[in-house]
């Protein structure tokens, strides 16, 4: 029986296993932790998560949501393990990131057509592969791949927020509450004044940076996703930028009605609400520094973290250059690419990019033709982009409204906008899969 080689165990890597074993092609997956582990995880689990709601927003209206949505319909097994999985927050997919590890860990070692390969896999392999990586792609590999695509890698880099112990949260110094009341109130809110803010931003700007590793730029010339930026560097933009960005007190008021001049929200980590992300946190400060600027907000002040924020180089191709919106390789065509090293951004949209990648290596093993998705559903569109943009400013892209294609008609109000934009992705998503994969 013919088979196909994945490498990589993360959130593509492991959709990718699940889409190509499904059609009933042999898996051999290599997975290089624990034998080499990475800055950014702490365990051999396949599918780790940094934090519990990395898989966004769950709202329907939402262009995150809508990628959710058309995975679900594709049968994705990242999906099935994070709503089996999940934790209150909110309007988002948030998940207990332990149990959702090691349900995929568990689904994937028991399907009989997954072999788990626990080392590294330092060369791309032959036959018909899927190289899901990841942002930490080992060095080995990575000349691997500059070598395929005949062009130097980009680099930009990531960040993850500190989390901090629940029962050292003074939860008398805060307020439980959602944004403008909408939602349950999942998130824990710690306010601050004018007085305790400033004092705050002062000590974030001048706290000291942990060093970057070898290779890696400094601020000044470091390609941080907007959507993910460190807040000291947002922070560096003015006194009052992170009122204006993770720290808005907009929407937000005590059980008396009064409105902070600050507010950071913490964010359930697990279902046994023991551990708390530090909403928008996401850092590069040393270790001791993050314990004694977050400690200035009032309800941290006694806080004990369990684990400080990082930052870590993620390593992305100049797509446009060398894949098709299937995924697949132009001048190499028995590979494809998937996850953030392909240039999206994001778990969810990682996720998305191994499905498909996988459905697709499963297609070229049974000699069909691989399929690209229609451009009005969020993926088709996210995989279009990937291929057709310009590949001289080819920048990580995320699941949102603005890459699909019009509305015809046009539609005014923002939000009959979006749901007109779901209905048709999903009516179009339906009818697309019912033919090609029903």
């Not at 190509?20 to 080499?36: D, N, S, T």
């Not at 609400?273 to 004694?292: A, I, M, P, Y």
């Not at 999206?344 to 996720?351: I, L, M, R």
């Not at 569109?381 to 590949?391: E, F, K, N, V």
Request: hydrophobic residues 40%; proline residues 6%.
């Amino acid at each position: 029986m013919a088979h196909v080689t994945v490498i990589g165990g993360g959130l593509a890597g492991s959709e990718a296993a699940w889409q190509i074993a499904q059609r009933g092609i042999k898996v051999r997956l290599y997975e290089m932790r624990p034998q080499v582990m990475t800055p950014a995880h702490h365990t051999a689990d396949l599918a780790e998560l940094v934090c519990s709601n990395s898989l966004g927003s769950a709202l329907g209206n939402t262009a995150g949501g809508l990628l959710k949505r058309e995975l679900q319909l594709m049968g994705s097994l990242i999906m099935e393990c994070a709503l089996q999985t999940s934790v209150p927050a909110g309007s988002a997919l948030a998940v207990d990131r332990e149990l959702f590890a090691k349900e995929v860990t568990r689904r994937l070692e028991e399907h009989p057509l997954v072999e788990i390969i626990r080392e590294e896999c330092p060369t791309i392999p032959e036959g018909i592969a899927v190289i899901a990586s990841g942002p930490l792609t080992s060095p080995a590999l990575s000349e691997s791949l500059q070598e395929l695509t005949k062009a130097e890698n980009l680099h930009f880099y990531d960040a993850a927020a500190p989390i901090v112990l629940g029962e050292t949260v003074r939860f008398d110094l805060g307020f439980w509450g959602a944004r403008y009341g909408k939602g349950s109130p999942d998130y824990f809110n710690c306010p601050m004044d004018k007085e305790e803010y400033l004092a705050f931003w002062r000590a974030l700007v001048g706290a000291e940076l942990a060093p970057l590793h070898e290779h890696e730029v400094d601020d000044g010339g470091m390609p941080v996703f907007e959507g993910c930026l460190p807040i000291e560097v947002i922070a560096r933009r003015g006194e009052d930028a992170l009122r204006y960005g993770p720290f808005r007190p907009v929407g937000l008021a005590d059980e008396q009605g009064r409105r902070p001049y600050a507010v950071l929200q913490l964010r359930r980590e697990n279902t046994e609400t023991t551990l708390f992300n530090l909403v928008g946190c996401q850092t590069r400060l040393k270790w001791g520094e993050q314990k004694r600027v977050f400690r200035m907000i009032p309800a941290l002040q006694d806080a004990e973290f369990v684990r400080y924020g990082v930052m870590h180089r993620n390593t992305f191709v100049n797509s446009p250059k060398v894949l098709d919106a299937s995924f697949q390789f132009r001048t190499e065509q028995r590979l494809f690419l998937a996850g953030q090293i392909t240039g999206v951004e994001g778990y969810v949209e990682s996720t998305a990019s191994g499905l498909l990648a996988g459905l697709n290596a499963a297609r070229l093993a049974r000699g069909s033709k691989p399929l690209v998705l229609p451009r009005e559903t969020i993926l088709g569109s996210l995989a279009h982009y990937i291929a057709t943009a310009d590949p001289k400013h080819f920048q990580p892209m995320n699941a949102n409204f603005g890459i699909l294609p019009p509305l015809e008609p046009p539609v005014r109000s923002k939000e009959e906008r979006k749901l007109a934009y779901t209905a048709r992705s999903l009516s179009i998503l339906e009818e697309f899969w019912r033919t090609q994969e029903g």
